[in-house]
Structure formats: C-alpha cells, structure tokens
T-cell receptor, first 114, second 113 residues
Framework: KAGVTQTPRYLIKTRGQQVTLSCSPI?????VSWYQQTPGQGLQFLFEYFSETQRNKGNFPGRFSGRQFSNSRSEMNVSTLELGDSALYLCASSSGQGGGAKEFFGPGTRLTVL | GENVEQHPSTLSVQEGDSAVIKCTYS??????FPWYKQELGKRPQLIID?????GEKKDQRIAVTLNKTAKHFSLHITETQPEDSAVYFC????????????FGKGTTLSVSS
C-alpha cells in the first residue's frame, strides 16, 4: 500500500495570507489527523476527521480549520497567517476504528511565514 | 486536558547499553500509548504501542511497560546501536480509535560506538 502523502512539501507565505495543505491517507483509512511540530512546542494535535466529520479537536484558534472529502483526502487551512505559524505540519492516517488502530504519519509540509 | 511529560530530554549511551525513556500522563481516561521515532528530517515512525489492558509488550530489542495506577509508561531499548540515535516521542490517547494523540516533548537519544 502506498503511504501517507502530503502536498506541497514546502511553502513560503507572508503574514496575513492564508494557506491550504493537503493530505492523502493510506488507501482504506478513514481517519486523518493533523499535527503541528515546532522546536519549542513539539508535536501538537490540531484536529481529526473521520468519514468527513471532525471527530476530535485540539486547542488551536479558529484560524486553523480543516475538512475531509468523501475519498478520505483531507485539507487543512490556516487563515491570516502569523509568524508563529511557521512549523512542520504533519498529517496522520488511521483506520480510525477498532481496538488495533494506529496512526501513520506523512512526510509533512514545511510552512515558513515571513 | 491531557498532559504528557517525558524524561529525560536528552540521553547519551554507549553502543550495547540499554536506554530507558519515561513518560507520565494526567488523564486517567487515556488508554492507548504509542511510541514514535523521528530521525532528522524524517517523519515520525511508530515503533511500538501498548493499550491499557496490557502491562508490557516487547518487540525484539524494544519493550514498553505501562503502569495505569501510577499513570506512567516507559520505553526500554536494549543492546543499543548507532542507528537507534533519533528523537523518541511518547504519546497518549483517550480516543477509542487511538487517534488525537497528545505527545511528550521528546527525548534525543545519542548512541556512540
């Protein structure tokens, strides 16, 4: 099976702009979670989508939003970018159900806000 | 909400030694505890996980133990090798599907030959 893919791999934006990141999960997986990784805060959970519905949400402001499509692909949007949004954004794919489910990460999108 | 603390933040060992990384969690509802290894410039990779109905799990040189009463779990790596050098993250989840992971801050393990 192909692994989790994310596009684009790198992005440079300026403050105030918005950005959309994309994640394609492992075939058959219905859950996609998004995480932000920074040197200072580590890995932080943003939100999870399962079958097109947001199932879990972390403690990030409303500028961070997401959605999931019927083919389980997910997008994450960040509006009104701030310098502090510079980070590696990782998505993780899971079957999302059952007692043995596990999360597998994509390669990440490196976002730089200038 | 859940908080996961991880110690130590850095760990240096000689090749062949054992390494132990410890994590504590705050939410007694957490029931899934994975460990990820992240090499420089790479994505986190799941190396082992444990669920709350199990006290210990082993996979070759790697083992994880869980003490639900004390709310802590540990990663044990035996016979360390230079390729074990990486950042290791523990995580906890109270979601039935093991998603929505709350991570510790990570441990940088250096194995010198």
């Amino acid at each position: 099976k192909a692994g989790v893919t994310q596009t684009p791999r790198y992005l440079i934006k300026t403050r105030g702009q918005q950005v959309t990141l994309s994640c394609s999960p492992i075939s058959g997986h219905r859950s996609v979670s998004w995480y932000q990784q920074t040197p200072g805060q580590g890995l932080q959970f943003l939100f999870e989508y399962f079958s097109e519905t947001q199932r879990n949400k972390g403690n990030f402001p409303g500028r961070f939003s997401g959605r999931q499509f019927s083919n389980s692909r997910s997008e994450m949007n960040v509006s009104t970018l701030e310098l502090g949004d510079s980070a590696l954004y990782l998505c993780a794919s899971s079957s999302g159900q059952g007692g043995g489910a596990k999360e597998f990460f994509g390669p990440g999108t490196r976002l730089t806000v200038l | 909400g859940e908080n996961v603390e991880q110690h130590p933040s850095t760990l240096s060992v000689q090749e062949g030694d054992s390494a132990v990384i410890k994590c504590t969690y705050s939410d007694s509802a957490s029931n899934y505890f994975p460990w990820y290894k992240q090499e420089l410039g790479k994505r986190p990779q799941l190396i082992i996980d444990i669920r709350s109905n199990v006290g210990e799990k082993k996979d070759q040189r790697i083992a994880v133990t869980l003490n639900k009463t004390a709310k802590h779990f540990s990663l044990h790596i035996t016979e360390t090798q230079p390729e074990d050098s990486a950042v290791y993250f523990c995580a906890a989840s109270k979601d039935q599907a093991g998603t929505a992971l709350i991570f510790g801050k990570g441990t940088t393990l250096s194995v010198s030959s």
